[in-house]
């Protein structure tokens, strides 16, 4: 397993992307609304980057062979989809909840961010698993201390979800992850508890926290345009995601924060 440190020159590049996507998505957050069609963001997403000089991360993304190109330049999953839905010619209805999951490369180095953004006004079990998801997000970034070790982050993630919603499952099939000039580096990092300390985070490590949490159960499919993921009892399924920097003496760097 091969770690990449970043110096801090190229942290500051990645500052640059991250700032790229955390923006764009608080403009997504923005446009939000019963009646918008997920067209319409997407087609945003293309405007907005190429103002800003950015490459779309996502478009023709191909992790495997046995997966076709991804074809858009942001992931859409909306209620009881998880991750990796493919924006349509879809209108979203009040009380839906929807995740938008972005990447942008500028200079060469990719920024990684998520939300999840209500839809009008959502019921309150909705608002609930929102609010436990994304808090889970905050435990694990201030668990990312230099000298400590990778499991005390994916902890830190566990116990938060557990303490706020022991109902709800972590989805364990998907995980965070390094980031750098590359979407998808070393180390993996799951939204659970580990049986092992795992790598030491260092001064440089960049590293794309995202826990996903389900109402129902952990369990998920995939559907058969080969990427969109979705709960396999239906159930609503929430996915928060910063892309954040390892810094030594202080707190972890959070670097798609708009």
């Given at each position: 397993?091969?770690?990449?440190?970043?110096?801090?020159?190229?942290?500051?590049?990645?500052?640059?992307?991250?700032?790229?996507?955390?923006?764009?998505?608080?403009?997504?957050?923005?446009?939000?609304?019963?009646g918008i069609n997920l067209l319409?963001?997407?087609?945003?997403?293309?405007?907005?980057?190429?103002?800003?000089?950015?490459?779309?991360?996502?478009?023709?993304?191909?992790?495997?062979?046995?997966?076709?190109?991804?074809?858009?330049?942001?992931?859409?999953?909306?209620?009881d989809e998880l991750v990796h839905g493919i924006p349509t010619d879809r209108v979203l209805n009040e009380g839906d909840i929807v995740t938008f999951d972005l990447g942008a490369t500028y200079k060469g180095f990719v920024g990684d961010s998520a939300i999840?953004?209500?839809?009008?006004?959502?019921?309150?079990?909705a608002k609930n698993l929102l609010k436990v998801t994304e808090e889970s997000l905050f435990a694990g970034i201030k668990a990312a201390q230099a000298?400590?070790?990778?499991?005390?982050?994916?902890?830190?993630?566990?116990?938060?979800?557990?303490?706020?919603?022991?109902n709800y499952s972590i989805v364990t099939n998907y995980v965070g992850h390094g980031v750098g000039r590359e979407m998808h580096e070393e180390p993996q990092v799951p939204n659970y508890r580990l049986a092992f300390k795992g790598p030491r985070l260092r001064h440089g490590l960049v590293l794309a926290l995202e826990p996903m949490?389900?109402?129902?159960?952990?369990?998920?499919?995939?559907?058969?345009?080969?990427?969109?993921?979705?709960?396999?009892?239906?159930?609503?399924?929430?996915?928060f995601e910063h892309t954040i920097?390892?810094?030594?003496?202080?707190?972890?760097?959070v670097l798609t924060l708009p």
């Open positions: 397993m091969t770690i990449i440190i970043k110096s801090d020159d190229e942290v500051k590049i990645m500052r640059e992307a991250g700032q790229i996507v955390g923006q764009t998505l608080q403009q997504i957050r923005e446009m939000v609304k019963p319409e963001i997407e087609s945003f997403v293309e405007e907005e980057f190429k103002r800003r000089g950015a490459v779309e991360t996502f478009r023709n993304y191909k992790p495997g062979p046995q997966f076709p190109p991804y074809p858009s330049n942001v992931c859409a999953s909306v209620n999840t953004v209500p839809v009008g006004e959502i019921s309150d079990e000298g400590d070790h990778l499991n005390d982050i994916c902890t830190a993630i566990e116990e938060s979800i557990l303490a706020s919603a022991s949490v389900n109402v129902g159960t952990p369990e998920t499919y995939e559907c058969e345009d080969g990427w969109t993921v979705r709960t396999a009892d239906g159930t609503l399924s929430c996915h920097a390892i810094r030594e003496g202080r707190e972890a760097e």
